[in-house]
């Protein structure tokens, strides 16, 4: 039986260093910081401790069905053997506190044996919640000089080709006016084509503010004959880093801005120590030349960094009271979702 609890004060002091030391080697969604964050969306955190590995729970409850948790990128291990061996004690720990349904989406990478793996384990796969199912990972433990020689030919380029064009990029203060200027490129940028996936600008103040106050995260912006063009806002737990937003202007009036923006990235993380950037989100490995793809371009500019795609398993739901579980599985979340939507125009999730 595996020690289970909800964490102790002093075990939330060093949250991250205990989520640092999972598997995993932590995850930046299930920190203290976007944790709190989620309450603008009607979530409570609860911190959990299994044994030595931290997991960070955003917890709602649903009348009538009972309390539904969602572990963000979580649980932080990183084999089907070792979430085998996990999930009956959470389930455990779940009924105890009246749970019906715990969603999870572990960096488990995908494969023929891990999904083999995981078919005993009675869970029902479901769309993603977090945008990395796949994405491009840089390995940043090398020298800087090494990472620049390691980047695809057409990265290399449009780094050299926008310094020669007179771009500069700058980590800046999140104050309210930076705040404003990214969230207003923010949605330029997904007019017409991804409306729905930006939240309320209170919701990206907030945890932008959250991670730069800590220290863990920055906003940069790269700039053009006085204009800011491009935006990103990055940030880290441990050793890994991700890169959670970026947006640029519609008119692209010089080249190579965004990928310069990205090496002042790489720079502050290797700064810090990161050894892994996680650039966030990518078509599969098997889509990445498919132009129809929704994700096509996003996939062209990552890919520029490294071509390699990294899949991990996804996101499943684990029942624990069936009879709820119907309900939500088959008509709860689509209301849910949608209301959250119609009445308060922001995401459930």
Not at 187 to 193: V, Y
Not at 198 to 209: G, L, P, Q
């Amino acid at each position: 039986m595996m020690n289970i609890h909800f964490a102790t004060d002093e075990e939330l002091l060093r949250w991250d260093d205990l989520l640092a030391a999972n598997p995993d080697g932590g995850n930046v969604f299930s920190t203290c910081e976007m944790a709190e964050t989620k309450r603008l969306n009607g979530w409570r955190a609860r911190f959990l401790v299994a044994d030595t590995l931290a997991i960070t729970i955003l917890e709602k409850s649903l009348p009538l069905l009972g309390t539904y948790w969602y572990l963000p990128k979580g649980p932080g291990v990183t084999s089907a053997e070792a979430l085998t061996t996990l999930l009956p004690e959470l389930q455990r720990f779940g009924e105890d506190n009246d749970v019906f349904c715990i969603k999870i989406e572990p960096e488990i990478h995908d494969s023929s044996e891990a999904t083999a793996a995981l078919r005993p384990l009675n869970l029902i796969h479901t769309r993603p919640v977090q945008p990395n199912v796949s994405t491009i990972i840089l390995d940043l433990a090398p020298s800087i000089e090494e990472i620049m020689a390691g980047l695809n030919q057409k990265g290399r380029h449009a780094i050299h080709r926008a310094e020669r064009d007179g771009v500069t990029t700058h980590a800046v203060e999140v104050n309210d006016d930076n705040a404003h200027i990214m969230y207003d490129l923010l949605i330029k940028t997904a007019e017409g084509r991804f409306e729905t996936s930006v939240r309320s600008y209170e919701y990206y103040k907030t945890f932008w503010k959250a991670f730069a106050s800590s220290g863990k995260g920055s906003l940069f912006f790269a700039y053009f004959e006085g204009r800011i063009v491009a935006g990103a806002f990055c940030m880290y737990v441990g050793h890994k880093g991700l890169y959670k937003d970026g947006a640029s202007v519609r008119d692209r009036t010089v080249y190579g801005a965004s990928h310069l923006l990205q090496w002042e990235v790489i720079k502050w993380m290797k700064d810090r120590g990161v050894t892994s950037y996680d650039l966030c989100g990518a078509p599969h490995s098997t889509a990445m030349n498919d132009k129809s793809g929704s994700f096509y371009g996003i996939g062209r500019f990552k890919s520029s960094f490294n071509k390699q795609v990294t899949d991990y398993i996804g996101c499943y739901d684990l029942p624990i009271n069936l009879t709820s579980y119907k309900i939500w599985h088959r008509i709860g979340e689509r209301i849910a979702l949608s209301l959250s939507w119609r009445l308060k125009h922001t995401q459930w999730f």
